[in-house]
C-alpha cells in the first residue's frame, strides 16, 4: 500500500503563497486519485482539490477555486498544490489523501483509504 506526507506548509500574511508537496512512497502515486482536504480547529475536514490518475481531470472547491492548483508529477511519485492569493480563512492543516480504486475524483474523506499526517498553514490579516 502506499503511504503520502506532505511539505511545504508554513505562515505567510494575506495575498501569499505556498506550494504544498505530498510525497508518496511504497507504490507508485500514478495508479492512485489524489486529493487535498483541510481542517481547521474545530471544524470538519474539508475537500479542496483532486487529480485523476492522469492528472488530466481536476476538480475544485469553490473556495480555492481561480486561487489553488492541484497537479501531479508521476515521475517524482509527488502531487502539489500551489496555493496564490491566500486568506486568513484558508488557515488550516492540509492533509493528502489517496485511493487506488476511484472510477471518478471523490470530494468525500471517506472515499480516500491512504491519508498523511498533514501541514499547517496559517494565514495573518
Known amino acids: 500500500q502506499v503511504q503520502v506526507a506532505e511539505s511545504g506548509g508554513g505562515s505567510v500574511q494575506a495575498g501569499g503563497s505556498l506550494r504544498l508537496s505530498c510525497a508518496a512512497s511504497?507504490?507508485?502515486?500514478?495508479?492512485?486519485?489524489v486529493g487535498w482536504f483541510r481542517q481547521a480547529p474545530g471544524k470538519e475536514r474539508d475537500f479542496v482539490a483532486s487529480?485523476?490518475?492522469?492528472?488530466?481531470?481536476?476538480q475544485y472547491a469553490d473556495s480555492v477555486k481561480g486561487r489553488f492548483t492541484i497537479s501531479r508529477d508521476n515521475a517524482k511519485n509527488t502531487v502539489y498544490l500551489e496555493m496564490n492569493n491566500l486568506r486568513p480563512e484558508d488557515t488550516a492543516v492540509y492533509l493528502c489523501?489517496?485511493?487506488?480504486?476511484?472510477?471518478?475524483?471523490?470530494?468525500?474523506?471517506?472515499?480516500?483509504?491512504?491519508w498523511g499526517q498533514g501541514t499547517q498553514v496559517t494565514v495573518s490579516s
Open positions: 487529480i485523476s490518475r492522469s492528472g488530466g481531470s481536476v
Open positions: 489523501a489517496a485511493d487506488s480504486t476511484a472510477t471518478y475524483l471523490p470530494i468525500r474523506a471517506y472515499r480516500y483509504a491512504y
Open positions: 511504497g507504490r507508485s502515486i500514478s495508479t492512485y486519485v
